[in-house]
C-alpha cells in the first residue's frame, strides 16, 4: 500500500539531489497569494487611517470647519466603523466571508470617492462614515476569512499578514499624503485611497468562498473540493472538514452566557479593558493628527507631512518586531515595555512643547520621540491585545467576545480622536502629552493586575482555568 511507504525513502529514479532542489510549492504559494489578496482589506483600512492627517489642513483651509467640525471629520470613520464591527458577524454569517468583504471593497470605494468630491464639511462627515462601515465590516471579516482558509502551519502568519498590511496601507497614505501636499490637493489624496479598494474588490472575485462557512451551510462536497484544491492531501481535507463539523457543534451562546456566567463576564470585561489600553495609550492620536502635532512643534506644512511619512515607516517596521517576538518573550514582558517606552516618549515630547521648541535640534528630537513612541505601540499593545483578546474567550461566547472587543475599539477610538484637538485647546499641547504619559505609566500597573500570561498555553487550558474561576491574572500560569 502506498500508505506503508516511508516518507523518508526516495523513491526509484530520484536522487537526494532533485528532491532538495524542488523548492516551489504550488499549493503554498496558491495559500500566500489568497492571504495577500484577503490581506489588502487591511492595507485598505490603513490608506484610510493614515490619508485624513494629510488632508486636514487643506480640507480646513478651504472650508474652515471649527474645531470640534475638524474632530469629527476624524473621528466619523471610527462611528461608521462601529457599525461595520456589529453587522459583520450577522453578514459574515448569512451571505458568507467573502461576499462580505466584496460589500465592504464596494463601500469603501463609494466612501472614498465621496469624500474625494465633498461640497461641505457634513458631506465629508457623512462619507467618512460610510469609509468607516467598510473598515470596520473588513475589519471583522478579512481575519476571519484568513482564519479558515489557512492551514495550522500558517494560520498565525496569514492572520498577522492583516495587520502588517494596516501598517503598510498607512505607510502608503502618508507618503500619497506627502506627493499630493506640493499642491495642496486634499481631492487628490481621497481619489487615491479608493485605488486599493477597486484592487481589493477585483482580487476578492477570485478567491476560494470559506471552507468553514460552506460547511456551516451544509455545503459539504463544495468546501471538500476547496480544501483539496488548497491542502493538496485528502487525508488531511478530510480531517479538517471533521473539525471544522465538531466546532460548529459547539453552540455559540453570547449574551444569554454573558447574563448566567459571571466568569465569561470577566473575559469579555477583559477584552473591554485591553482594547480601551490599546486606544487610550494614543497611538491613533498620532497617525490621525501628525501634522498637527509637528504645527505645535513649530514645522512647516510640507516637513510636517515628511516627518509623518517617516513616522509611519517606523510604525510599519516595528510591526515585525512584535511578530518575532510575541512566542519568545511573552505577552507581558511585551507589554511592560511597550506602555514604559510610550510613557516615556509621551513624557518627553510633552516636556519639549513646553519649551517651546524654536531650535532645529528640539524639532529633530520631537520627531524622534515620536517615532519611539509608535514603534513602542506596533511592537506591543498594536498586535497583541487583539491576541491576547482572541485568547481569553470562551469557545461558545467567541463570537459574542471578540464583536463586544472590536466595537470597544471603535468606540474608544472615535473617544479619543474627537476629544484630541478640544483637550489641546483646553490643556495646550504639553499638558495633553503629559496626560497620555500618565494614563501610559498607568497601563503598566493594569497590565500587572489584570492581565494573563497566555505564552504557551492551550486555548482549551486557558478556557478551563477561566471557567473555574482562576483569576485572570493567573489564567495563563
Not at 494596516?166 to 501636499?181: K, P, Q, R
Not at 504645527?295 to 510604525?315: E, M, R, Y
Not at 474567550?393 to 478640544?422: C, E, Y
Request: net charge neutral; charged share 15%.
Amino acid at each position: 500500500m502506498v500508505d506503508d511507504v516511508d516518507p523518508r525513502v526516495v523513491p526509484p529514479g530520484m536522487s537526494d539531489e532533485d528532491e532538495d532542489t524542488s523548492f516551489f510549492d504550488p499549493t503554498k504559494f496558491k495559500i500566500l497569494v489568497i492571504g495577500v489578496v484577503a490581506a489588502l482589506a487591511g492595507l485598505m483600512s490603513g490608506i484610510d487611517i493614515g490619508v485624513v492627517s494629510g488632508a486636514l489642513d487643506f480640507f480646513s483651509r478651504e472650508f474652515h470647519p471649527s474645531t470640534m467640525a475638524l474632530s469629527w471629520v476624524v473621528s466619523a470613520m471610527m462611528a461608521g466603523a462601529a457599525i461595520g464591527s456589529v453587522s459583520a458577524s450577522t453578514l459574515a454569517h448569512k451571505i458568507g466571508r467573502k461576499r462580505a468583504l466584496i460589500c465592504g471593497a464596494s463601500v469603501f470605494v463609494i466612501g472614498a470617492v465621496g469624500c474625494a468630491i465633498s461640497w461641505s464639511i457634513s458631506s465629508m462627515i457623512c462619507f467618512r462614515v460610510v469609509m468607516g462601515y467598510a473598515v470596520g465590516l473588513s475589519a471583522f471579516t478579512a481575519p476571519l476569512y484568513l482564519s479558515e482558509i489557512a492551514s495550522e502551519d500558517t494560520r498565525g502568519a496569514m492572520i498577522s499578514t492583516y495587520q502588517l498590511m494596516l501598517t503598510v496601507g498607512i505607510f502608503i497614505a502618508f507618503l500619497a499624503d506627502t506627493f499630493f501636499s506640493y499642491r495642496g490637493n486634499w481631492r487628490g489624496m481621497f481619489w487615491f485611497a479608493s485605488a486599493p479598494a477597486v484592487l481589493f474588490f477585483v482580487g476578492v472575485l477570485f478567491l476560494p468562498y470559506s471552507p468553514h462557512w460552506l460547511v456551516m451551510k451544509g455545503r459539504h462536497k463544495e468546501a471538500r473540493r476547496i480544501l483539496l484544491d488548497l491542502r493538496n492531501d485528502p487525508l488531511e481535507a478530510a480531517k479538517e472538514i471533521q473539525a471544522i463539523r465538531a466546532q460548529l457543534e459547539t453552540k455559540q451562546e453570547g449574551f444569554s452566557l454573558l447574563k448566567r456566567n459571571k466568569n465569561f463576564r470577566r473575559s469579555v470585561l477583559l477584552g473591554i479593558v485591553l482594547q480601551a489600553m490599546q486606544q487610550l495609550a494614543g497611538i491613533n492620536i498620532v497617525m490621525f493628527y501628525a501634522p498637527k502635532i509637528l504645527h505645535a512643534a513649530h514645522f512647516d506644512t510640507h516637513s510636517q507631512v515628511w516627518c509623518t511619512a517617516i513616522i509611519g515607516l517606523v510604525n510599519m517596521l516595528a510591526t515585525f518586531v512584535a511578530v518575532g517576538l510575541v512566542d519568545r518573550w511573552g505577552r507581558k514582558p511585551i507589554l511592560y515595555v511597550g506602555f514604559a517606552v510610550m510613557a516615556l516618549a509621551m513624557g518627553a515630547l510633552a516636556g519639549l512643547l513646553n519649551e517651546g521648541m524654536t531650535e532645529q535640534a528640539s524639532q529633530m528630537m520631537a520627531v524622534f520621540v515620536l517615532m519611539i513612541f509608535c514603534a513602542g505601540h506596533a511592537m506591543s499593545a498594536g498586535p497583541l491585545m487583539w491576541v491576547l483578546c482572541a485568547e481569553i474567550q470562551p469557545i461558545q461566547g467567541r463570537d459574542f467576545g471578540m464583536s463586544i472587543s472590536t466595537l470597544t475599539n471603535w468606540l474608544a477610538n472615535m473617544g479619543v480622536s474627537v476629544s484630541f484637538l478640544p483637550l489641546m485647546e483646553f490643556f495646550g499641547a504639553a499638558g495633553t502629552f503629559w496626560l497620555l504619559a500618565v494614563l501610559n505609566f498607568l497601563f503598566i500597573g493594569l497590565t500587572y493586575l489584570y492581565v494573563p500570561e497566555t505564552k504557551g498555553m492551550s486555548l482549551a487550558k486557558i478556557e478551563e482555568r477561566l471557567m473555574s474561576g482562576v483569576r485572570l491574572r493567573n489564567l495563563g500560569r
